[in-house]
C-alpha cells in the first residue's frame, strides 16, 4: 500500500482493516499500564522493589508518553503518519523485549520509559490515521470503535496478566505485548494507507520542546508531591511546568505556523471536549486504581479472576459507545457528554456505600454504569477535538486528545491514590486500636493494603511456628506458656487482617466520595462550556492559524 490516501479520489476500500490494525496498537498501549496493576506484587517480591521503586515502574511510562505525544504528533504529520505508527511500535516491541529481561528496578524503569517513547508516537498516529482515512460521515462510527476498544483494554489487561501469572512469572506480562506489537506492524504496512499532511511546513521545534517540558515537568509533578512529598523536586517541577507552560502560549501565540495554535481553546466546544476527557479519566483511572485493589487484596481474588470480574465494565464500554453513535447525531454532543459523566459521578457515588462486608455484587452495578458512561462521554469529545483541526494537523489533533486524556489519568491515579493512602492510614489506625502487635507491625501495615495483609501474614506465620514448638516443648510449663503466646500472636493476626480490611474498604468509600465530587463539579463546567448547539458548518471544519479553511480529511471524498 504505497498510495497516499491524501491521493486518493474516493474513500480507502480497506480502510476497516486498517481501522482493525489501529485498534490493536491502541489496545497493546492501554493494556501496558493496566496489566501492570495485577503484575505489580511478583514483580516487588522477586526484584525487591521499594514502594518509590514500584511507583517508577508504573510511571516511568507515563512520562515520557504525555510528555512527547505532541511534538511527536506533530512530527508525524510532517513526514508520515504511518511511519510514525511503525517505529512507535517497533520501539514500543524492543521496550517490552528488554523489560522481559532486565533484573533490576533501574532496569525495568528504563525499559517502562522506552515503551512510553514508542506508545507517544503511537498513540496520535492512531487518531490522525483514523481521520484521515475515514470520511466525515463514517468517522464518528470508528472514533466510537477505537474508544472502545480503549474501554475494553482496560479491563482486558488484568484478565491477560492475571491469566499469565498463573503459569509464568512477571516478565510475560512484557513479552505478550511483543507478537501483538508485531502482528500490528505487519498490518500498519500491508493495511493502512500513508499519510502526511498535504501542504508542508517547518515544524515549530521551540514550541514542542516548550510542551516537552511543561507536560512531563507537570505529571512528574502529580507523581511525585502525592505520593513522595512535596519536597525539592516536587516544588521545581512545579516552577518549571508553570513556567515553561507561560512560555509555552507566549511563543505560540506569536508564532506563524505553531505546534499548537493555543487560541482554539477559546471555542467552547473545543476547551469543553478536553477538559471532559481530562476530568472524565481523572475519576476513571482514579476507580480503577483502588477497586483492582480490593479485589484481590479484600476479596481475595487472584490476578486472573481479578481481571474476569472487570469484564462488564469493558462490556458495558461497547454498549454506551453504541448507543452514543445513536444518541449523538440526535441529541447533540452536550447531552450525551453530560449524560456520560453524570453516570460516572453515579457510579463513584455507588461506591462510596463500600464497607467490610461488601461482596464482589456490589461492584456490578458501578462497573457497568461506569463502562456505559464512558462510551457515551469519550467517543463525542474525542470526534468534537479531531474535528477542530484541519487535515494538516491531524497528528497534533490526536496528540491534544490523548495528552489530556493522560493528564486525567495521572492526576486522578496521583489525587486519588493520595486521598485512598491516606484514609487507609487513618482508618487502620483507628481499627487497630488495642489490637497486640508486635512493635513497628503498625506503622508497617499503614504502608499500603498489600502491607498491611503481609503484616497479618507474618503475625499468623509466627504464631503457628510458636504453636509447633510448643507440641514439641520439653516440659508441660514451657508448652503451656508457648501455646499462649501462640494464642495472642493468632488472635492479633486475624484482628490484624479485619483492621486491613476494614480500613481499606472504609478508605475506597471515603475516596469514592471525593471522586464523585470532583466529577460532579466537573460536570457542571463541562455542561457550563459545550454549546447548546452544534456549530454551523460541517463537523471537522477547521480554521488554521492563518485564518484559512481547511476540511479535516481533505483529500477524501465522501
Known amino acids: 500500500m504505497n498510495e497516499p490516501v491524501e491521493r486518493m479520489d474516493r474513500p480507502y476500500a480497506r480502510r476497516w482493516w486498517a481501522l482493525l490494525v489501529l485498534c490493536l496498537s491502541l489496545l497493546i498501549i492501554v493494556m501496558a499500564n493496566t496489566a501492570l496493576t495485577v503484575a505489580a506484587p511478583d514483580m516487588t517480591q522477586d526484584l525487591g522493589?521499594?514502594?518509590?521503586?514500584?511507583?517508577?515502574?508504573?510511571?516511568?511510562?507515563?512520562?515520557?508518553?504525555?510528555?512527547?505525544?505532541?511534538?511527536?504528533?506533530?512530527?508525524?504529520?510532517?513526514?508520515?503518519?504511518r511511519g510514525a505508527l511503525v517505529l512507535g511500535l517497533l520501539v514500543f516491541g524492543g521496550g517490552a523485549v528488554a523489560g522481559s529481561l532486565v533484573d533490576s528496578a533501574a532496569g525495568v524503569i528504563a525499559a517502562r520509559a522506552v515503551m512510553g517513547v514508542g506508545a507517544a508516537m503511537i498513540m496520535p498516529a492512531t487518531l490522525s490515521l483514523l481521520a484521515?482515512?475515514?470520511?466525515?460521515?463514517?468517522?464518528?462510527?470508528?472514533?466510537?470503535?477505537?474508544?472502545?476498544?480503549?474501554?475494553?483494554?482496560?479491563?482486558?489487561?488484568?484478565?491477560?496478566?492475571?491469566?499469565?501469572?498463573?503459569?509464568?512469572?512477571?516478565?510475560?506480562?512484557?513479552?505478550?505485548n511483543v507478537p501483538v506489537a508485531a502482528v500490528a506492524l505487519v498490518g500498519a504496512l500491508v493495511l493502512v494507507p500513508p499519510s502526511r499532511a498535504a501542504h508542508q511546513h517547518r515544524i515549530d521545534y521551540v514550541g514542542g520542546a516548550l510542551s516537552v517540558i511543561w507536560v512531563g515537568a507537570l505529571v512528574y509533578m502529580i507523581i511525585q508531591g502525592p505520593h513522595f512529598g512535596w519536597g525539592a523536586k516536587a516544588v521545581t517541577a512545579a516552577v518549571v511546568a508553570g513556567v515553561a507552560l507561560v512560555t509555552f502560549v507566549l511563543w505560540e501565540l506569536r508564532h506563524p505556523r505553531p505546534v499548537l495554535d493555543v487560541r482554539r481553546f477559546a471555542d467552547r466546544r473545543f476547551s469543553g471536549s478536553n477538559l471532559a476527557v481530562a476530568l472524565f479519566f481523572l475519576a476513571v483511572f482514579g476507580a480503577f486504581y483502588y477497586?483492582?485493589?480490593?479485589?484481590?487484596?479484600?476479596?481475595?481474588?487472584?490476578?486472573?479472576?481479578?481481571?474476569?470480574?472487570?469484564?462488564?465494565?469493558?462490556?458495558?464500554?461497547?454498549?454506551?459507545?453504541?448507543?452514543?453513535?445513536?444518541?449523538?447525531?440526535r441529541v447533540g454532543m452536550k447531552v450525551t457528554v453530560t449524560a456520560g459523566m453524570v453516570g460516572g459521578t453515579a457510579a463513584l457515588a455507588l461506591l462510596t456505600r463500600v464497607d467490610s462486608g461488601s461482596t464482589y455484587g456490589d461492584f456490578v452495578l458501578p462497573l457497568v454504569i461506569l463502562g456505559l458512561a464512558i462510551g457515551l462521554a469519550l467517543s463525542p469529545c474525542t470526534d468534537a477535538i479531531m474535528g477542530s483541526f484541519p487535515e494538516a494537523e491531524l497528528g497534533v489533533g490526536g496528540a491534544v486528545n490523548d495528552t489530556s486524556l493522560e493528564l486525567g489519568g495521572s492526576l486522578g491515579i496521583a489525587l486519588l491514590g493520595s486521598v485512598l493512602a491516606s484514609s487507609y492510614s487513618s482508618h487502620l489506625a483507628d481499627a487497630a486500636a488495642g489490637t497486640r502487635l508486635p512493635g513497628g507491625a503498625l506503622a508497617t501495615a499503614q504502608d499500603s493494603v498489600g502491607a498491611g495483609y503481609a503484616v497479618a501474614q507474618g503475625i499468623g506465620d509466627k504464631a503457628h511456628k510458636l504453636a509447633e514448638q510448643a507440641?514439641?516443648?520439653?516440659?508441660?510449663?514451657?508448652?503451656?506458656?508457648?501455646?499462649?503466646?501462640?494464642?495472642q500472636l493468632g488472635d492479633g493476626a486475624r484482628q490484624m487482617s479485619d483492621a486491613v480490611g476494614s480500613a481499606f474498604?472504609?478508605?475506597?468509600?471515603?475516596?469514592?466520595?471525593?471522586?464523585?465530587?470532583?466529577?460532579?463539579?466537573?460536570?457542571?463546567?463541562?455542561?457550563?462550556?459545550?454549546?447548546?448547539?452544534?456549530?454551523?458548518?460541517?463537523?471537522?471544519?477547521a480554521t488554521a492559524p492563518d485564518g484559512t479553511e481547511v476540511r479535516a480529511g481533505e483529500g477524501v471524498h465522501v
Open 471 to 487: 507440641a514439641h516443648a520439653g516440659s508441660p510449663e514451657q508448652a503451656a506458656q508457648l501455646k499462649a503466646q501462640a494464642g
Open 132 to 176: 484521515a482515512t475515514f470520511p466525515r460521515a463514517e468517522r464518528a462510527k470508528a472514533i466510537t470503535l477505537w474508544t472502545a476498544t480503549a474501554g475494553l483494554a482496560i479491563a482486558a489487561g488484568p484478565l491477560v496478566a492475571g491469566a499469565l501469572l498463573r503459569d509464568h512469572g512477571w516478565a510475560s506480562t512484557f513479552l505478550i
Open 291 to 329: 477497586l483492582t485493589q480490593h479485589l484481590q487484596f479484600v476479596l481475595g481474588y487472584d490476578a486472573l479472576a481479578t481481571g474476569v470480574r472487570m469484564l462488564p465494565l469493558a462490556g458495558a464500554v461497547f454498549v454506551g459507545s453504541a448507543m452514543t453513535g445513536y444518541l449523538t447525531p
Open 49 to 81: 522493589l521499594s514502594s518509590a521503586d514500584l511507583q517508577w515502574v508504573i510511571d516511568g511510562y507515563t512520562v515520557p508518553y504525555a510528555a512527547l505525544m505532541l511534538l511527536l504528533g506533530a512530527i508525524g504529520d510532517k513526514y508520515s503518519r
Open 505 to 541: 474498604s472504609d478508605a475506597v468509600a471515603h475516596t469514592s466520595v471525593i471522586g464523585a465530587a470532583v466529577l460532579a463539579v466537573g460536570t457542571v463546567l463541562v455542561a457550563a462550556l459545550l454549546p447548546r448547539k452544534e456549530r454551523p458548518g460541517t463537523p471537522g471544519d
